[in-house]
Each structure stands twice: as C-alpha cells, then as structure tokens.
C-alpha cells in the first residue's frame, strides 16, 4: 500500500511539474477609475500560442455564470511575452458610463487638499503631485503626455465597447475574472486555466482582501509575483467540481496603486530563461516611464521625495549611469543613450533610502 501510495505521489508531483510554464496564465489586473479596465496575459512556455482558442471573463458578483470574450482569430502570444487586452471606451467625448480609457493626456500637478484648498505635503515635507480633477470628479485633460497615465496605449486589442452585448471585460472588483480553453465552462470545469477571485463568491462592493484586511483587487493594480508559473485552475466556493480549493491566494499578488499601468506589456517570471531575479524595492515611491523604452535616450522619473543620486546598472552589476542631484528635485529626465537590454535603476533618498526598479530598452 505505502509502495502503490508512494508512486501515485511521484507521477502526481511529476504531472505538476510539467503543469508549470506551458500554458497561459492571467499576469496583470488594472481595475481603475472610470473605464480604466485590463488584464494582461503572459506566456509561460517556449512555444507561440493562438489566442483565440481562450476566452477571458467574468462572474458578476458573485455569480457562476461565465459572460466571456473570445480573443478574436489573428491574435498569438510569444514565448515569454504579454498580450494586454483594454476595455473599449475610446471615445473622447464619452461621459457617465462612457468616460474614456486614459491616454496620457490626464492633467498632472500638486495635489489640493479638498477642506484646505492648500497643497498637500508629503511626511518627508516634499509636495505631492496627482491626477487633477473638475468639481464633478472628471480628470481633466492637459497638454503634456505622460506615459504613466496612459492605458489606451498599452492594449493590443480593446474589447466589449458595448455593456449590453457583452459585460466580459467591466469588472469592478468584486466580480471573480477568469481565463478560459475554449469559449463555455465544461461541466467538471477542466477548461479553467486561471481564476482571480473565488467563483461564486461576493465579497462585498470593494473586493477581496488580503492578511491585513486591505482590499487589492478594486482600485489597484495586482501583478503576478515571477516565481508564478502557471494559472490556479477551478476556484470555486463548494465542491461542485470537485474541488476544495475556496480561496484567493493573494500571496501570489504584487499590489499596486490605482490607476498603475506602467506595468502592462511586460512580466517577470521564472519560467522565463534569460530571468534573473533583481527584486524592486519601494522605499519611496516613483514613477519611470517610459519603460519599457524603444530608444533608451531619455528616461522620465517622477519621485514622492527629493532625489539625493540616481544609478543604472545591467545585469551583470556593472554600473553604466551614475548622477549625484543633490536633493534638487524631485522630477527630472535623464539622457542616457544605452543600448538594448534590462537594467537596473536605483534611486537614493534622505535618511538612507533607496528605491529599485528594472528598466527594459528594447
């Protein structure tokens, strides 16, 4: 008996392992204001994959009925890439229920504290710059282009323009989001590659949390940690497919701030050969664009403190950039001519601070 038990575990163990890093997986959730909706898949494997064999969707609060979007023939997923998927709401002069996806236009400038009118102050003294906003809550609309600020341009296709004829892509957080073979849920759910959330679980208007009661997947961006290397398969709420899985790991989550689309178009994860594992680190945050950057002339940052000195190493830890600022400010834009490839750009702070963020040229 121990002899037949112990060979089940082992081709168990070893049908697990050949699981990992061959088939498609959810990568990114942006759930933002307004319209600013996307998920981005990533592909795992070695091989391309056709993306119209899969449908990605949701279950509306709490529901266990799929209302699903079929990636339209044409569209393929190289090996270690993305495919970034928006939802449709382009038109400028949308209002309401059609307020457009942002596109890098949004107005950037100090923050006003709504009860003073003055502006607000970081806890380190530095003033805090944000979005501006009308009195109606609609973000208004400048004429320098930030890349931070644009998810209409990170899409490689825009889905479900219209709510009434499919409601695949407006979720709002708590509405479990999945990846899908095929275009219905097979009656054992076999077909479930990935789910977000729990099927058939509500968990209240501002989603699902995480170990310190935090919510992470309504207004916030959540990437998948690299060590990820494959979908969760069925997660529902009982064992109707014979499962017992019930829950939403967020360990497996990097959360970040809402409307956060600097991340789209690019994921690290282990099953990637050329990976290596530099960990971003956020002492203070700062926003870097563009990234990935086609040229590597200019590189953008924008930090919530004063800056004392930046460095850019590569892979090999060998440093290429290197500028003491001396505190002088906290936005600026560097022109670094390096060649294609990943870096590494540090940024240091007052009191020993430092942040860490991977750079890809391609």
């Known amino acids: 008996m121990k002899k037949n038990l112990l060979v089940y575990f082992s081709i168990l163990f070893a049908l697990n392992l050949s699981a990992q890093c061959n088939e498609i997986f959810i990568s990114e959730h942006v759930e933002g204001y307004g319209n600013n909706r996307a998920l981005e898949l990533y592909n795992p494997s070695n091989k391309e994959?056709?993306?119209?064999?899969?449908?990605?969707?949701?279950?509306?609060?709490g529901s266990t009925t799929f209302q699903g979007f079929q990636i339209p023939a044409g569209n393929k997923i190289q090996p270690y890439k993305t495919f970034v998927v928006v939802l449709d709401k382009r038109d400028p002069a949308g209002t309401g229920l059609e307020i457009p996806i942002w596109d890098g236009y949004q107005k950037w400038g100090v923050c006003i504290d709504k009860v003073t009118g003055t502006p607000i102050i970081g806890t380190n003294g530095d003033t805090v710059y944000c979005v501006q906003y009308d009195t109606t809550g609609t973000p208004l609309k400048g004429t320098e282009y930030h890349d931070f600020l644009d998810l209409k341009g990170k899409a490689d296709i825009y889905a479900c323009p219209v709510y009434n004829l499919n409601k695949a892509m407006y979720f709002n957080g708590n509405d479990a989001v999945a990846l899908i073979k095929g275009t219905q849920i097979e009656a054992d759910?076999?077909?479930?590659?990935?789910?977000?959330?729990?099927?058939?679980?509500?968990?209240?208007?501002?989603?699902?949390?995480?170990?310190?009661?935090?919510?992470?997947?309504?207004?916030?961006?959540?990437?998948?940690?690299?060590?990820?290397?494959?979908?969760?398969?069925?997660?529902?709420?009982?064992?109707?497919f014979g499962t017992n899985d019930t829950s939403f790991n967020y360990n497996n989550w990097i959360v970040y701030g809402n409307n956060t689309f600097n991340k789209l178009r690019k994921h690290d994860c282990q099953c990637d050969p050329n990976y290596v594992g530099i960990s971003e680190v956020i002492?203070?945050?700062?926003?870097?664009?563009?990234?990935?950057?086609?040229?590597?002339?200019?590189?953008?940052?924008?930090?919530?403190?004063?800056?004392?000195?930046?460095?850019?190493s590569n892979f090999l830890g060998q440093q290429v950039y290197n500028q003491e600022l001396g505190f002088a400010s906290n936005e600026f834009r560097l022109a670094t001519n390096l060649k294609s490839g990943m870096y590494v750009v540090e940024l240091q702070f007052a009191n020993n601070q430092k942040s860490i963020k991977k750079w890809l040229i391609e």
């Open 49 to 61: 994959i056709d993306l119209n064999l899969y449908s990605i969707g949701r279950f509306d609060n």
């Open 283 to 312: 002492t203070v945050p700062f926003k870097m664009y563009p990234n990935p950057s086609v040229t590597g002339n200019d590189l953008n940052i924008i930090a919530e403190e004063a800056v004392k000195a930046i460095k850019i």
């Open 189 to 240: 759910g076999s077909n479930i590659i990935d789910v977000i959330g729990v099927i058939g679980v509500d968990p209240g208007a501002d989603g699902w949390k995480d170990k310190d009661n935090k919510y992470i997947t309504k207004d916030k961006t959540i990437v998948r940690k690299p060590e990820v290397k494959k979908g969760t398969g069925i997660v529902f709420r009982d064992l109707t």
